[in-house]
């Protein structure tokens, strides 16, 4: 990368990330001090260790703060900008504050074209981008793989459902220079999808770099709390409140299911607790899933005479113990 | 800008991919594939390696552990373990919240 290219990116307002701070780590620090505090952090930040939803800009930060921390020659150059800089301070560096600085060897390997920061490709060029120091290495490569959750509600599943998602994707435009575009996909949500799966769309994720093929784009799916249903895999929970006098005489009650109201007989005598099973009424698939009706047995109030006579009445007639089992 | 809905592949046990499409797909050796099946990190259907089904969850575990074992430097016994222990936590973690919204 050339210095006029290094000028026009600087142009735009670049904000100072402190990589010392990032990394948990005093100025001084020694190389020893930068490795091992990377591997005791990449181990606390890595997306699919940590359930921290910022774990991946957190883990990218990381990266990025190590690329340039670990190489003896880019810690210089960045030591070289001084002490004084806060993080997110808008920052402009010294004009030739990097001559005499030659930066070579492979960037940080988890590299993709977003992988670093403006900042990060102001001070240092693409050596962040394609993994080689300035692009003056040409090569071809597939594309980068995205990633993207995806919110759909349980009706959703049951039904199938069409989703728009905007992704921003890096691409190289003519003269080098890596621009951010928003793309926008409408994407078909099956019908039986279940939370934690995942739909590959082949070619969909960024890219490729030169004639490599272009990455594919993953949707993991997860399911919007609903504040009737809870969901287990492909089986679906449903409390039921009753009164005593349906469960102890047994009725028939209209519930709700996500695929539409049914009329469930309560057998006599249901117990608190008790789990219902309607077959084949969970998540839609081969087998399908059941939807388990869960009794909760509520109390009315004796909050009026009426009330209190007939709970008296219970008390004198019906003879009943629920602690028996204590005695002996 | 496609306006058009596209339809992806659900990777769930359904769909099944051979270890070529496995290596293609992760961007990995067939070695490192096979030394998966060995730890029991994957678990194909079908005997002998040319035969090999993988479920289309596999995928993903694959690439997990390619993450895994680059960005943490762990050798394979180690993305072995760390899987099965996350797998452990989220099973944890699913009965809590199941517990604890009931």
Redesign the interface.
């Known amino acids: 990368m050339n210095a006029s290219h290094r000028q026009a990116e600087w142009r735009s307002i670049l904000r100072y990330k402190d990589y010392y701070r990032i990394m948990g780590l005093e100025r001084d620090a020694s190389q020893d001090e930068v490795k091992k505090a990377y591997?005791r952090l990449?181990?606390k930040y890595?997306p699919?260790?940590s359930?921290s939803p910022d774990a991946e800009q957190l883990?990218k930060d990381l990266g990025e703060a190590y690329a340039v921390l670990k190489d003896p020659e880019k810690r210089a150059a960045y030591d070289e900008l001084g002490a004084n800089w806060k993080a997110g301070q808008e920052f402009k560096p010294p004009p030739d504050w990097d001559a005499g600085f030659e930066f070579s060897g492979r960037g940080f390997?988890?590299g993709g074209p977003d992988a670093f920061s403006d900042f990060f490709e102001g001070l240092f060029g693409g050596a962040g981008s394609h993994g080689f120091a300035g692009g003056r290495t040409r090569f071809d490569g597939?594309g980068q793989?995205h990633h993207a959750k995806v919110l759909i509600s349980l009706r959703d599943a049951y039904r199938g459902a069409?989703r728009s998602i905007s992704l921003r994707t890096p691409e190289v435009d003519p003269s080098g220079h890596v621009i951010n575009r928003t793309?926008?996909?409408?994407?078909?949500i099956?019908i039986g999808?279940?939370k934690g799966?995942?739909?590959?769309?082949?070619g969909?994720g960024a890219p490729g770099i030169g004639s490599g093929r272009a990455g594919?784009?993953?949707?993991d799916i997860d399911f919007e709390p609903h504040p009737l249903y809870?969901v287990?895999d492909k089986d679906v929970?449903l409390?039921l409140p009753l009164t005593p006098w349906e469960a102890a005489l047994g009725s028939t009650i209209k519930i709700p299911t996500p695929s539409g109201s049914v009329d469930l007989k309560i057998p006599a005598g249901t117990r608190n607790g008790k789990k219902l099973r309607l077959s084949n009424r969970g998540i839609p698939g081969?087998p399908a899933g059941h939807l388990y009706v869960?009794a909760q047995l509520t109390v009315p109030p004796a909050d009026n005479e009426k009330a209190k006579e007939l709970y008296n009445r219970m008390r004198d007639e019906l003879a009943y113990n629920p602690r028996k089992h204590f005695e002996g | 800008m496609n306006r058009q809905a596209l339809t992806g592949i659900l990777l769930d046990d359904q769909v099944f991919y051979s270890l070529k499409d496995v290596c293609h797909v992760c961007e990995c050796q067939t070695e490192w594939v096979v030394a998966l099946v060995e730890q029991g990190v994957l678990h194909p259907s079908g005997g002998g390696r040319q035969a090999w089904q993988f479920p289309g969850s596999s995928l993903h575990m694959a690439m997990k552990a390619r993450r895994l074992q680059q960005d943490l430097n762990l050798n394979l016994s180690g993305v072995a373990l760390v899987l099965d222990l996350l797998e452990e936590i989220e099973s944890l973690r699913a009965r809590l919240d199941t517990a604890l919204t009931s």
């Not at chain 1, 594919?216 to 949707?219: E, G, K, P, R, T």
Request: charged share 40%.
């Open positions: 591997r990449a181990r890595h699919d260790v359930d883990f390997e988890a597939p793989d069409t793309r926008q996909l409408n994407v078909k099956p999808v279940r799966q995942r739909i590959r769309l082949a969909q594919d784009l993953y949707l809870r287990d929970y409390d081969n869960i």
